[in-house]
């Protein structure tokens, strides 16, 4: 059974950098098979994707984030990371890692259980 | 940009089976796939590529697209299934992926 555990920290002043990983437990994140996603969800709103990435290192980014986005991925820890810029309150919200399955069609078939991260100084 | 619209509520009583609706320009030519948030919680896949089921996903849970509208149904609803749904799509060319804004189900 996979499971993806997001870690980092869960406040973040404004301007600065949001980072979080996700550790990926009971198969590898190098299976080409799959790719990774950063989908977020502010209190009380809809989900949000972020962007992802191949094992390759290939990335997508939201077109209106992919200015201040950044994800990598570590194959050799089995985890993948987020780096956010310039933040704001408007950052503020549950961040959630995910697995996708399915090409250009795929599903997000493997979630983290999510972690708040509050950008407030 | 690509826009899916989902009723923002339903509410039933334990026994029906209600429809949550999922609205987008000739949908029918999309993979769609739903997701189930209860509160609290991570979203869980429900129904991917428009009527598949993942394993332990009950039999209660069923998906169809056709046309502009995908329908997710859940029959014979439990107290247990009252959660935000979620559709999801890729925008052609599959660069990224388009969410619905949600339907809250309510089990009265």
């Known amino acids: 059974q996979v499971q993806l555990q997001e870690s980092g920290p869960g406040l973040v002043k404004p301007s600065q950098t949001l980072s979080l990983t996700c550790s990926v437990s009971g198969g590898s994140i190098s299976s080409s098979t799959y790719f990774w996603s950063w989908i977020r969800q502010p209190a009380g709103k809809g989900l949000e994707w972020i962007g992802r990435i191949y094992t390759s290192g290939s990335t997508n980014y939201s077109p209106s984030l992919k200015s201040r986005v950044t994800i990598s991925v570590d194959t050799s820890k089995n985890h993948f990371s987020l780096k956010l810029t310039s933040v704001t309150a408007a950052d503020t919200a549950v961040y959630y890692c995910a697995r996708c399955f399915g090409g250009s069609t795929a599903s997000f078939d493997y979630w983290g259980q999510g972690t708040l991260v509050t950008v407030s100084s | 940009s690509y826009v899916l619209t989902q009723p923002p509520s339903v509410s039933v009583a334990p026994g029906e089976t209600p429809t949550i609706t999922c609205g987008g320009n000739?949908?029918?030519?999309?993979?769609v796939h739903w997701y189930q948030q209860k509160p609290g919680q991570a979203p869980v896949l429900v129904i991917y590529y428009d009527s598949d089921r993942p394993s332990g996903i009950p039999g209660r849970f069923s998906g169809s697209n056709s046309g502009n509208t995908a329908t997710l149904t859940i029959s014979r609803v439990e107290v247990g299934d009252e959660a935000d749904y979620y559709c999801?799509?890729?925008?052609?060319?599959?660069?990224?992926?388009?969410f619905g804004g949600g339907t809250k189900v309510t089990v009265l």
């Open positions: 999801q799509v890729w925008e052609s060319g599959g660069d990224h992926p388009v």
């Open positions: 000739n949908i029918g030519s999309k993979s």
